[in-house]
């Protein structure tokens, strides 16, 4: 049994084998998906693409006025989504600013702005800087 | 020397500014993303400029980035000037890099440095031209910065880059060598962009590719599963993770930041706006002076009254009458021209004395706040409403174009993500969405009678969210996103406002006064064949259900053909003979809700197909018709006789 270090889900390994035959790229492909929730794991039992597990603090948890660092993009965003945030320059390393979180989500990004819906912010993993902000930035709008 | 100049760039990068700049023709500018939607070209020193969409990277998501991307490709000889906006170079110069791999020669522009130098916020020219080894011109299209100089690069154009002055990881390199090497010939793409797109993604791309080449199609997933399996990201954000940390190194060596950003008055009333408390105040605060005031108050109340009964009514058309009796012995001829359809009582009146203030003032509404930035910030806090309608806050833009003209709009739901998104949208300006002259002209036939106002917003608001959450249930497909860049307040520009406001005039008044005309003109020959007597006859049956007075049946009959004029119509009924109140409320629903006029009818077809054109007609149609029967059953109940 191998168990799926994103969403958890215990699986066989053959079982996962027989499902990925199924994908166009599985020829070659080196990962295996969990079943239940698409991560690609590796089937030598490795840990998975990167170190994004469920329970990563996410952007859409993030309190109005907080800043924190893009730590990585969840892989298991659809291709669109993925798409979007890399055209929209919302990635790995990036500092953001979460201005408001109603009626949708607003984050500053340097100079920029940008408004987006609450499943696109979850996909964004994030990491809180361990100190407060430095005094001379201005206070969050 | 190369021909076309190509102006390419992200979204509100101000592409289109630059383009009515060097060309002097004018292409909509206005501040928010997403104003343009097609190609718009004019000549600059005999060559062609072509304003495209704005763009976030090669790699499209939307149907307008979609256009500028082809038409990039689809190039033969062209310069492509890149206009970033100076403020966000860091966001900007990615997709320098990636034009620069395209095979074309790249020139960067600058722009909006008048923004950036007020923001505290110096580019070094020279020596981002220097990084790159591209020319770099800084311009703003508010003071005219750089215009001449840019002009002097075009003139002389550098040659073509093959390489952006950047690598990205070395698994992504060895791939996309891998993969150049077995593209087939008839890609008609820079091998190593291509390779680079299809390994971030681009499925069109690779299925072409296979088709092409099964073989090749092989190698290529070998190649990009072995990027991946060496990569800790999906691949898309690799490549965008590389090409954002050379532009932002770059970012930091050229831009001089000479004083902190001052915060301003402005930055506090933008952030107002989006506040779910005052933000939404402020939308019916909007709402309340653009369209009740001007437009109602003004436009209706004082310009059309002015216009129609002093001027048309009282003086021009009495006067035209008897000029035409003096002077045309013919009464077939005299009925043509001044005749209860005639061409000038009629068509010419209608147009120049009702449509043509309601639609000015619209549009200068419309200008004022497409200028200022209101409009990403009205989608922001519309969001969580239009997701329950299988829409996105990005549906608020087109939404809002469709009360200027539901034409414009429908072609503006390109901008929207999914097909979805954009088939509810289309059947939503066709059923629910008046446009401007319409809108107008049922203002004025509702001012003074607020019951029949309250049951026409009631019955449109309620059919808009009930047509589109049934939508949503039945229409199959993905969630959409919202994500919108929302760009800072501005001013409007009194020159913008100005040009655009009068360019939207005459492109409409262009469109409406033939069309007036030939209806007038139809209306006349099927007059004298005895056709409109058997037409209006038939229309006044379903109308006599409705409890609408015979007389109201040819501004339906002609609503057909065109909804503003159909409004027109109904106006001048309203004017000559009176309506009372609760025929008033049943007609302004009916023909707001009523099929949409030609050229809606005509977008749609291209934009949807026709198959779905059609679909959507017979639906609107329908449900004018039923809510019109309902409300004829419903308001007696409600007391609407004594109203």
């Not at chain 2, 703003?140 to 100089?149: A, D, N, R």
């Not at chain 2, 147009?351 to 200068?364: E, K, N, R, Y």
Request: with cysteine; hydrophobic share 50%.
């Amino acid at each position: 049994m191998v168990k799926c270090p994103l969403c958890g889900f215990a699986f066989e390994l053959e079982h996962a084998k027989a499902l990925c035959r199924q994908c166009a790229l599985s020829r070659a492909c080196p990962w295996v998906c969990c079943p239940n929730c698409g991560y690609s794991l590796s089937p030598e039992g490795g840990e998975g693409r990167t170190g994004v597990s469920a329970s990563s603090p996410r952007l859409s948890g993030m309190k109005a006025g907080q800043r924190a660092v893009i730590e990585d993009i969840d892989p298991t965003l659809d291709a669109e989504r993925l798409k979007l945030l890399a055209s929209l320059a919302l990635l790995p390393g990036v500092e953001v600013v979460l201005v408001r979180r109603f009626p949708s989500l607003l984050v500053r990004v340097g100079e920029r702005q940008v408004a987006m819906d609450r499943a696109l912010a979850r996909g964004i993993v994030i990491r809180m800087p361990p100190r407060e902000p430095a005094p001379a930035e201005p206070a969050p709008r | 020397m190369p021909g076309t100049v190509i102006l390419a760039g992200r979204p509100n990068a101000g592409k289109s500014a630059l383009f009515n700049r060097l060309s002097g023709a004018y292409a909509a500018v206005s501040n928010y993303p997403g104003t343009t939607v097609e190609v718009a070209r004019a000549e600059s020193e005999g060559r062609e400029v072509v304003d495209t969409p704005g763009m976030h990277a090669f790699l499209s998501h939307t149907e307008e980035e979609l256009v500028s991307r082809r038409l990039i490709l689809a190039a033969r000889d062209a310069v492509i000037v890149h206009v970033a906006d100076a403020r966000n170079l860091d966001t900007h110069l990615p997709l320098t890099l990636q034009l620069m791999e395209s095979g074309f020669p790249v020139i960067l522009a600058a722009n909006m440095t008048d923004e950036a130098e007020a923001a505290g916020q110096t580019v070094d020219a020279a020596a981002l031209s220097e990084a790159l080894g591209i020319p770099v011109v800084l311009t703003s299209c508010v003071t005219g910065k750089g215009i001449g100089e840019l002009r002097a690069a075009l003139r002389n154009p550098p040659p073509p880059t093959a390489r952006a002055p950047m690598s990205y990881p070395p698994a992504l390199e060895s791939a996309a060598t891998e993969i150049a090497a077995v593209l087939p010939a008839g890609i008609a793409m820079a091998p190593r962009l291509a390779a680079l797109l299809i390994l971030e993604g681009d499925h069109d791309l690779l299925e072409r590719v296979v088709t092409e080449s099964p073989s090749a199609g092989a190698a290529i997933l070998k190649a990009r599963a072995s990027a991946q399996a060496r990569l800790p990201q999906p691949l898309a954000i690799s490549a965008a993770v590389a090409r954002h940390r050379t532009g932002a190194a770059l970012t930091v060596r050229v831009v001089r930041r000479t004083g902190s950003r001052p915060t301003r008055l402005r930055d506090a009333l933008g952030d107002l706006l989006m506040h779910p408390l005052w933000g939404g105040l402020a939308a019916f605060a909007v709402l309340y002076l653009g369209l009740y005031l001007l437009v109602g108050k003004v436009g209706s109340g004082i310009l059309v009254n002015w216009l129609e009964n002093d001027l048309f009514l009282n003086r021009f058309n009495p006067a035209a009458v008897r000029l035409a009796q003096a002077v045309i012995p013919w009464s077939a001829v005299r009925d043509l021209l001044t005749g209860e359809f005639g061409v000038f009582t009629l068509g010419i009146r209608y147009a120049v004395a009702i449509i043509l203030p309601l639609v000015s003032m619209f549009f200068l509404v419309f200008a004022l706040i497409e200028d200022s930035g209101y409009l990403p910030r009205l989608a922001m806090l519309l969001d969580a409403v239009f997701k329950k309608i299988g829409l996105s806050g990005r549906a608020v833009i087109p939404m809002v174009l469709g009360f200027g003209c539901d034409t414009m709009a429908t072609l503006v739901t390109r901008t929207l993500s999914t097909r979805r998104e954009r088939l509810i949208a289309t059947v939503l300006l066709a059923l629910a969405i008046p446009c401007s002259a319409q809108l107008g002209v049922i203002l004025g036939l509702l001012e003074g009678h607020p019951q029949a106002l309250a049951v026409w917003f009631t019955v449109l608001a309620g059919s808009f969210l009930l047509v589109g959450f049934l939508g949503a249930l039945i229409i199959p497909g993905e969630a959409s996103i919202f994500f919108m860049e929302v760009p800072p307040l501005r001013w409007p520009l009194p020159g913008n406002v100005w040009r655009k406001t009068s360019a939207r005039v005459i492109w409409y008044m262009r469109e409406v006064v033939p069309l007036f005309i030939y209806v007038s003109l139809g209306a006349w020959a099927a007059g004298r064949l005895g056709v409109l007597d058997t037409v209006t006859t038939a229309a006044a049956v379903p109308l006599g259900w409705m409890g609408l007075p015979t007389a109201s049946a040819p501004a339906f009959v002609f609503g057909f053909i065109r909804r503003d004029y159909g409004a027109a119509g109904l106006y001048d009924l309203h004017a000559r003979h009176g309506l009372t109140v609760m025929q008033i409320a049943i007609s302004t629903v009916v023909l707001t809700l009523f099929l949409p006029c030609v050229a809606q009818f005509m977008m749609m077809g291209r934009e949807r197909g026709w198959k779905t054109a059609m679909g959507i007609m017979a639906f609107v149609g329908a449900s004018a018709v039923g809510a019109g029967l309902l409300l004829s059953r419903v308001l007696p109940l409600l007391g609407g006789a004594s109203w």
